[in-house]
């Protein structure tokens, strides 16, 4: 009987495979479709301060093994996810999740994290600084170290709870940003967001993407996270939560030997949704396949 | 939702650019205006089409060639299998009390309203089919239609077929009689049948999706009451609720 279960730091998780945030929406829809308690957490929809329409679609463009979606940070705002979708989650799934708060300010960021605090059932608060379909905010935090360590102290000074910050790949050095939030504070890191991309339709001559250019995730992304989760595993000493194109059990194993302690499946819930379903239950048979008795000792196993 | 293998038992051209195919094995019931996400080829993402009809555990899907995705679906044969997520939305209400319905459809938006007749034909509603394509070439399911017993009117933008002109000018040269009105089709016609009458009704709605079941948000449209997932609180919207 192999171990699957893996950790964050202090957090336990029952296997490392986590929905990735905007991929589950608040776990009510995929609860219907099958039991998501066997999961080890869910990273939920991303939250600002203010409710958010998004942006006018067409929000998503095919691509070859993936999609470029722009949808921009719907999300109700925090104090109805605080007010009913995160008590409408506790009655579907019994263990402790992952928030993801999003925001324009160092401020909102500060604001939102402090209000999260209170509440019971997070048990990891990821701070996105990597969002590409909004201006003035997210990505832009995620891409200058100064600027990422100063969100990441701002919310660390508000919290007791495990901060994760989630990068962006857009970035020349991923590690210096890595190593900018461990610095400030950072207790993990998730990586990595989608990368900016672009289609144009070339019969009508226009973007197929209304805000013209979006967040490219799936399959095709996945050698980049694997890399960039090594190098972030390599500079640093805080578990890292892998995420981008994850799409089977041997990916699990792959990305955990870069470094990652968990890792989150993001566009491939879109097309299939039973997909973490099914690369948990594959996870015991490929680990015998690879002589691996417990994911534990796999985690970063690559220098 | 369930996620079902079907196998293709029949996939043939009916219209110019226009398709059908018959898939057994749809253990999962549908209603009229709820949709399928099929996984076609190698594509990531899988590809919505409306019900066109739902009878003893066989889907038939009418559709338009319009792509990659789609054009692949053209050219499966037979014995084919299909993993399909189904049924996803909400569809029509069918439950409204009407004596008479009309039923308009712009072109592919003609598929959903073959089920929705049949429904509501059954149920001893008087049923009006107005349809309108661009030329006569792009008709389809005519007979299937008239075989429900119901009224059928057909208006072509050049002229070859019925009204010349659009579904708004087949309507009010014919006088037609009506208490409630159910719309599939582009948006312009659906604006423009909007205009043309007060008479309550709803009407069904597209976006590019990404899931097609609820979690992604990438189809959400503004209405009078707030940003609503076309796929999951739609794709049918009561036609206060749009905003045109």
New interface residues.
Partial sequence: MVDISTSLGKVQLDNPVIPAS????FGL??A??YDINILGSISV?GTTREAR??NP???????????I?S?GL?NPGIDAVISHELPELRKVFHKPIIANISGFSVDEYAHCCSLIDKEEQVEIIEVNISCPNVHNGGMAFGTDPVAAAEVTAAVKAVTTKPVFIKLSPNVTDIAAIAKACEAAGADGITLINTLLGMRIDTRRRRP?IANKMGGFS??AIFPVAVRMVWQVAQACSIPVMGCGGVSSASDVIEMMMAGASAVQVG?E???N??ACKEIIEALPREMESLGINSLKEIIGIVK | MERLTLTVTDNRQIANGIWEMKLSGCTAACRPGQFVNLMIGDNFLRRPISVCNWEDGILTLAYKIVGKGTSEMAAMKPGAAIDTLVPLGNGFDTSVDCGSALLVGGGIGTAPLYMLARTLAAKGCKVTLVTGYRNAGEIFFADEFKALGIDVLVATEDGSCGTKGFVTDAIRQNAVDYDYIYACGPMPMMKALCAATDTAGEMSLEERMGCGFGICMGCTCKTMTGGKRICKEGPVFKREDIIW
């Fill in positions: 905007g991929t589950f929406g829809e995929m219907e479709v929809k329409l998004g679609t067409p929000r998503i463009a095919e691509c070859p093994s993936g999609l979606n949808v719907q197929v799936g399959r566009a819930n879109l097309r949704p039973y």
